[in-house]
């Protein structure tokens, strides 16, 4: 990790700075999206921003990983168990972010609850019962990102919208990857809707073998997607309830997740065989305003920090891309114990 964002977090101690290290460059390896918007942050924040990432990635690692689902549950209880007492680096990382941000520790328990539903549920009735899943998923991961990007008002009136952003960016990952869920044997599309167009599990299946044309797929994923750009409308206003300073991450992320969407709908929704993916130009260019208004926000920021009168430090006031492949293969899975 950069010696800067550690510094300017006020992160001196070696151990946890190697924690934080070795989590950035799991954010850095596996979220190239959320990594680039990360880099829009403060640079005293992206640290625990790569903390939470982390741990979601090794829990994400664990469900979808080639163990026996004995041995996954066996891992995901562990993780659970050691969650705030373990030596992980990742989960000392984490330890650090939750007591600096005050993150509710309840949103992690959710968090890991909706990833053992991964072990036994291979798809949702309704759009009810996904939602279920995804406020674990997903909803509390921009729930745990608000005390991170902080807000200009009540935190709650922020939350239904950062737990909609969340649910929006999964909901995109799951109509881009249709096709490899379906090699896991998983459907994150409401079976009900896609009735609705005659389609099931089987024609799913077909269409991802052949690579065939089916309207009745497409109209299926067509009617998804349309809702999905709902969900971004609904999320966006909570915007400019964020931080001034935050703002130009939140919304390049928001840019670059619906983008994603914008190629599903540019490839005629024949993405069962291949995936919609957004080619590293267009994400840098999409990147590249938010990059101008952070400098802004930024220094404007620093300016006002240094005409105010002196604060005490965010651990006291609050409580408490390069690639590491070393790092990185080291924390895909945390052992049993560890």
Known sequence: MSTRELDAAGITDPQLRAAY?????????????YFLATRLLPIADRPAVHALYGFARIADDIVDGDLPKSQQAAELFSLERTMWTGTHPVLRALKDTVQRYRIDRDLFTDFLASMRMDLDVTEYATFDDLAR???????????????VLGTTGPREEAEPY???????????????????????????????????FGVDRARLRWVHRTG??????????????ARTYAVYRRAEPGITLLRPESR???????????????????????????????????????????????????????????????????????????????????QRRISLGE
């Open 162 to 196: 950062a737990a909609a952003l969340g649910e929006a960016f999964q909901l995109t990952n799951f109509l881009r990857d249709v096709g490899e869920d379906l090699d896991r044997g998983r459907i994150y599309l409401p079976m009900d809707e896609l009735a609705a």
């Open 248 to 330: 130009p991450c939140v919304s390049t992320a928001a840019t670059l997740y619906r983008r994603i969407l914008d190629r599903i709908v540019a490839a005629d929704y024949a993405v069962l065989h291949r995936r919609a993916v957004v080619p590293t130009g267009q994400r840098l260019l999409v990147a590249l305003p938010g990059v101008t208004r952070a400098a802004g926000q930024n220094a404007r920021a620093w300016a006002r920090r240094l005409t105010s009168r002196p604060r005490l430090p965010r651990r006291a006031s609050m409580g408490v891309p390069g690639r590491d492949s070393s790092a990185v293969n080291s």
């Open 21 to 33: 290290t070795a989590s950035r460059a799991i954010n850095a390896s596996h979220g190239r999206t």
């Open 212 to 225: 065939k044309p089916d309207p009745n797929v497409r109209q299926a994923l067509a009617h998804l997607v």
């Open 133 to 147: 899943y995804m406020h674990g998923s997903a909803g509390v991961i921009g729930l745990q990102m608000l005390p």
